[in-house]
């Protein structure tokens, strides 16, 4: 009850961020000033919806199709192509091309969602088949679209021989995007139908449960003879001892699993709750049912479902490939997060970055969240996994912290490749006898943020700048205060501190913002071998051109800021 309390809570947020204004429902095309030219709202369909149309096709149509959108939702007005593809992919299949293909504008007609359960986002795809309402939850693509609508209006397929069964399995579907759709197939084969009619009936029920739950397809073997054959050449991988009934599961090729029949009471939610669920769901109200009591742990990922649609794609597809490897060991979900700080908080995520992960732990302490600077790969989520598994949970952060570190080390000393390292070793004889002039830059790697990494760019290109105008008399260096202790006590260790050490002369300080502009002149006044900079020495001769537009162009441009892009 609490979970769902939060999910209620969550959507309701979600909801928030759809904004109303009026619309007349009772024309056929709706433009809208929030629609670009050439993509009208509503511009697609047979006719728009109102509660009265509404309750006649109920009465008299088996089924017809809803899209649904807001009135000044640009996402809605862009998938208006989405919605001339499907019709026109629904007119040419001889079983939809007669299905009313109809419109709704929920914002004066608010009655529709209270009708519609899992109607969470707009727009929507919705299918309304023997009077109940199947609302689509993936990306937004013709194929899968289609096959969902036939999932709805036939959930399970009667076979007549063993080849056909393995037709039905082997089955490999790919969508526009040439990404493979995973398909959950459900598998009865029943040997005696008076022994095992209640076991029968479970199954078609589980089956008909299963209505609107794209790519799981149920597959009925009921001839004798055929499942002798079945059994014969599939054995223990389909059967169970020397049954001859059996219920099996595929959710990767060529991988089974069988439904335990010893209790019949147990068989729908041993396959709607255990074993059939997709490899890769979106968890919402409507979904979450199925994993309120998962014994594997559930690793989520939140995206932004409405604009990225590329980006949501894509890492679909990321997901899918961990789902694959680990199908046995967590259960792999979605959701959006594009409007929801709740959910985030829930989650234990505080940063805004799309895509997040974590292990979807509501109610435990502490949160497990993959460090956002860590890029979003198979080989990184499958490290994030398996240390799940090998550590406790603190020790598990702790080692998450230690990596961290390990990749800001990486990326700050990437910006600095080429600039002399100190350490306690050589401090002496670089620095305290030293022979020429030296700039050092102190800091601590554990504080890194975007203020730091604007300061080590600064200080990289300064030393750049300086090797390309061929000043040899100062050497650059940098002292990391995380890995060596402080070699004096005049040195702030609480913020990044540039000292310059001048040939015969006392340390001086530099403390202005580090700009490259700012640090190149501090050491031409500052050095002990005297060297004279040209005009504007921070720039490359390359980029004058793009020096100057900005000085006329750009209102706020400063000249100390520059950086070429190559530095940004």
Not at 197 to 213: C, I, P, T, Y
Not at 295 to 321: A, H, Q, R, S
Not at 327 to 345: F, I, M, P, T
């Amino acid at each position: 009850e609490r979970i769902m309390k939060t999910w209620r809570i969550i959507v309701l947020l979600a909801l928030c961020g759809v904004a109303l204004s009026a619309v007349d429902p009772n024309k056929k095309l709706l433009l809208v000033p929030s629609c670009e030219e050439g993509r009208p709202h509503f511009s697609v369909g047979d006719y728009n919806l109102t509660q009265k149309i509404l309750e006649e096709l109920l009465r008299t149509k088996k089924e017809f199709l809803v899209a649904v959108s807001t009135s000044n939702c640009l996402t809605c007005c862009k998938y208006e192509w989405n919605l001339q593809e499907l019709r026109a992919a629904m007119k040419s299949n001889i079983f939809l091309r007669d299905v009313p293909f109809t419109r709704l504008d929920v914002t004066q007609n608010l009655w529709f969602t209270k009708m519609v359960d899992g109607l969470e986002r707009y727009p929507s795809i919705i299918y309304s088949y023997d009077g109940k309402m199947y609302v689509y939850r993936y990306y937004w693509e013709t194929t899968r679209i289609i096959r969902f609508i036939e999932q709805v209006r036939s959930p399970l397929v009667e076979f007549e021989s063993l080849e056909e069964v393995e037709l039905f399995l082997n089955e490999r579907k790919r969508d526009s995007y040439n990404n493979s759709i995973n398909t959950v197939h459900v598998v009865g084969m029943f040997y005696d139908l008076e022994e095992v009619e209640e076991d029968l009936k479970q199954f078609q029920l589980a089956a008909e449960n299963s209505r609107g739950r794209a790519e799981i397809y149920f597959g009925l073997l009921k001839n004798k003879k055929e499942i002798k054959r079945a059994q014969k050449k599939y054995g223990s991988a389909w059967f169970e001892d020397y049954s001859l009934s059996t219920i099996f599961i595929q959710r990767i090729p060529n991988r089974y699993s069988i439904v335990d029949l010893s209790k019949t009471s147990d068989i729908i939610s041993n396959i709607l709750y255990v074993k059939a669920l997709k490899l890769v769901d979106e968890i919402t109200m409507s979904t979450h049912k199925y994993y309120a009591s998962a014994k594997k742990p559930i690793i989520i990922m939140l995206l932004d479902t409405v604009y990225d649609e590329e980006g949501f794609v894509n890492n679909i597809k990321l997901l899918e490939d961990i789902a694959f490897e680990f199908e046995d060991v967590v259960h792999v979900v979605y959701s959006d997060g594009l409007y929801n700080e709740r959910k985030r908080e829930v989650l234990g995520i505080y940063h805004s970055q799309l895509p997040a992960l974590a292990f979807y732990r509501v109610f435990e302490e502490p949160k497990l969240v993959y460090p956002p600077e860590w890029p979003l790969t198979v080989k990184g989520i499958k490290s994030f996994i398996l240390d799940y598994y090998r550590f406790k949970p603190e020790e598990f952060n702790q080692r998450l912290n230690t990596s961290l570190l390990r990749l800001q080390k990486d990326k700050i000393y990437d910006v600095l490749t080429g600039i002399l390292e100190l350490n306690k070793t050589n401090y002496d004889t670089k620095v305290l006898q030293r022979t020429s002039d030296i700039i050092v830059l102190f800091f601590d790697s554990k504080h890194y943020d975007k203020a730091f990494e604007k300061s080590i760019r600064h200080f990289a290109y300064t030393a750049r700048r300086f090797r390309e105008l061929k000043l040899k008399s100062v050497t650059f260096a940098i002292f990391d205060l995380f890995y060596h202790q402080a070699p004096s006590k005049e040195i702030d260790t609480s913020k990044e501190t540039i000292i310059l050490f001048p040939y015969k002369k006392s340390p001086v300080t530099f403390e202005q913002d580090p700009k490259t502009l700012l640090l190149m002149k501090f050491l031409e006044e500052n050095s002990g071998v005297r060297f004279h900079l040209p005009e504007n020495p921070h720039v490359q001769e390359s980029d004058l051109e793009d020096f100057y537009y900005k000085q006329v162009y750009e209102e706020n441009f400063k000249e100390e800021d520059y950086l070429p892009r190559d530095e940004l």
